[in-house]
């Protein structure tokens, strides 16, 4: 049985039965591919379906066993958000988690688009801010937000286009049962309008597109600032 929260136990498994049979054994043989087969669903089991407001899709896990989680954006290496030096070294080394956290410093007013270097981070004040890693996924949580890839398993880099292309039923048959709902798509990347045109109804949605935050100009870009600041995503409770 699939382990999700209950909310959304009848979709996933109506989507899980689209996989290719000789993929759906891919997945439970669980080797040779991060996050394991108990986690790479993890999405679905902390975020209630009567609460999700948005789906925010990145394209594939992080390429490192210890940081793919099950969830977009959230790097298991990593543990506190903050150091002495400005961002902790686990965050520096995740470049889109990096750019993201700059970003919403930026949209917060705590730092400026044209100093965001480890000494202007060094002279915010981190006393009304998340720490960790864990408190910024509750806070996307908390505004709604699921955290899902485009692809929920990382073998190589090479494979990246097989894993999605194997996702892909496995996505249209999510969003089928989802498109009577109130829920926005949030789509990063280049890889967002081959989705869309590759998933009909993906058009049935309201969708924030923008450019992965593996650019640095993510940091800079208004429209991003502007959808994510009303979510306080950096606020500590």
Request: some cysteine; charged content about 25%.
């Amino acid at each position: 049985m699939i382990e999700v929260h209950p909310t959304w136990q009848t979709i996933v498994e109506k989507s899980y039965r689209k996989f290719d049979s000789d993929y759906k054994l891919f997945l439970e043989e669980d080797r040779g591919y991060f996050p394991t087969y108990s986690n790479f669903l993890n999405a679905f089991k902390t975020l209630p379906l009567e609460k999700t407001r948005y789906i925010l899709f990145g394209q594939d896990p992080y390429p490192r066993e210890k940081s793919a989680t099950g969830y977009a954006f959230i790097d298991g290496a990593v543990g506190e958000i903050f150091s002495q030096n400005g961002l902790s070294k686990s965050v520096n080394r995740a470049t889109s988690l990096r750019n993201f956290i700059k970003m919403l410093l930026v949209a917060r007013g705590e730092l400026s688009m044209e100093d965001t270097t480890p000494n202007a981070i060094c002279r915010v004040d981190k006393e009304p801010l998340v720490s960790t890693i864990t408190e910024l996924k509750e806070n996307f949580e908390k505004n709604g937000v699921l955290l899902l890839n485009i692809s929920l398993v990382f073998t190589t880099k090479k494979d990246t286009t097989l894993h999605v292309k194997q996702f892909l039923p496995f996505m249209k048959e999510l969003l089928s049962q989802l498109q009577s709902r109130d829920i926005e798509l949030i789509m990063l990347g280049n890889i967002s309008k081959e989705i869309q045109k590759k998933i009909p109804d993906c058009k049935k949605f309201d969708i924030f597109e923008a450019m992965h935050p593996y650019n640095i100009s993510f940091i800079k870009d208004l429209s991003v600032r502007d959808f994510f600041r009303p979510m306080n995503l950096l606020d500590r409770d």
